[in-house]
């Protein structure tokens, strides 16, 4: 029974997703025709001003980690109470977004520079402490991870003064970090057309 429910539900979804493809591309079809500029953008793979790879939500339900993906981490680290509430910069935890590929995720001995002394009575701050002695990482669970034929680089991003929060959503608003965008080449490639950026394809894959 709940077998041939789901069927009849992906064959719904998979009738939907071909009817919004088209309207897409009618939508896109009519804008090109408006704009000489976006035509001569048009040529070579992509058609019609639009990536040929689709971005749409529907499409979520053919991957494990969809939109609104948020595991469950060793600790429940809250950006809504570090970020909104103490004030704190991104990069002061995620030093390397601005000079090299990786945002990369704070170390034990950075929490620790804090809660040595701040809401040691918590459970998961003790936790926290005994990692730090045994000199433990934490194993947090990535929300977010391309698959390797891909290269993405967030220095230049974040040079090129694209916010966090174009890819990421407000995560300083977030109590458990998601998932907010697909990361599918449709979306990376939109957005590097509307900006003037590469889309080369060695640009993102060697
Ligand atoms: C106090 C340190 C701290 C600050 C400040 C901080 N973060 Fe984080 N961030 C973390 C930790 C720890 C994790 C891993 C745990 C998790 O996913 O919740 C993380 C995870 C993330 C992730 C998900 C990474 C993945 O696994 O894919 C994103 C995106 C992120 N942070 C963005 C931001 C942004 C944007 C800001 C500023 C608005 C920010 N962070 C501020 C510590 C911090
Ligand atoms: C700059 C200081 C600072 C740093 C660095 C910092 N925190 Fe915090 N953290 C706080 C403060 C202050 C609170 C209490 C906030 C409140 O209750 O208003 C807090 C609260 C917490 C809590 C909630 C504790 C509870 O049970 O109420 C957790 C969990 C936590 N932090 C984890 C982390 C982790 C993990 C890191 C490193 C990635 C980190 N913190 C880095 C200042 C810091
Ligand atoms: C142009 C889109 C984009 C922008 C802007 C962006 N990110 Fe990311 N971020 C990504 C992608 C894509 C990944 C996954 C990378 C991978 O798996 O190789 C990622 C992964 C991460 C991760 C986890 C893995 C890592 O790189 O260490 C963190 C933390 C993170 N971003 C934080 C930030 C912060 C903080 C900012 C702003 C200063 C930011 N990002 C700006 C797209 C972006
Ligand atoms: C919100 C807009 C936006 C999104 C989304 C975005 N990019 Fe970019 N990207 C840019 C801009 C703007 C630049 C130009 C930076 C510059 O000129 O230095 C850029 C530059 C790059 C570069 C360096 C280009 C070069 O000439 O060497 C790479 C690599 C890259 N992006 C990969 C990706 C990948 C992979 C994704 C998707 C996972 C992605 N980007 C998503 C806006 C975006
Ligand atoms: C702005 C970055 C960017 C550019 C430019 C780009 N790609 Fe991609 N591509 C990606 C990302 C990110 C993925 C992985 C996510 C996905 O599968 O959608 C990907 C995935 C793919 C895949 C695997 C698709 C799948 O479903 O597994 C192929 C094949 C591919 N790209 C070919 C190309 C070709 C050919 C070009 C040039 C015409 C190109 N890409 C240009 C970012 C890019």
């Given at each position: 029974m709940n077998v041939r429910r789901s069927w009849i539900l992906i064959i719904i979804c998979l009738l939907s997703t071909v009817m919004l493809g088209r309207l897409g591309a009618e939508g896109s079809g009519s804008a090109v025709a408006q704009s000489t500029e976006s035509t001569d953008k048009a040529a070579?793979?992509?058609?019609d001003g639009k990536a040929v790879f689709s971005d749409e939500p529907m499409l979520d339900i053919f991957n494990p980690y969809q939109r609104g993906y948020k595991p469950e981490q060793p600790i429940p680290f809250s950006h809504k109470l570090h970020v909104e509430k103490n004030k704190m910069e991104c990069q002061y935890c995620?030093?390397?977004?601005?000079?090299?590929p990786y945002a990369t995720i704070p170390p034990v001995e950075l929490c620790m520079g804090c809660h040595a002394h701040v809401r040691t009575e918590s459970p998961y701050i003790q936790k926290l402490a005994e990692h730090y002695e045994q000199k433990k990482p934490l194993e947090w669970e990535p929300v977010h991870n391309l698959p390797e034929h891909a290269v993405f680089n967030h220095e230049r991003h974040v040079k090129a003064g694209v916010g966090c929060n174009k890819c990421h959503g407000q995560v300083n608003e977030m109590e458990v970090v998601e998932k907010v965008s697909s990361l599918r080449m449709g979306w990376c490639v939109s957005c590097h057309r509307m900006n003037g950026a590469s889309i080369d394809c060695s640009t993102c894959h060697y």
């Open positions: 070579g793979v992509w058609r995620h030093s390397g977004v601005a000079k090299s």
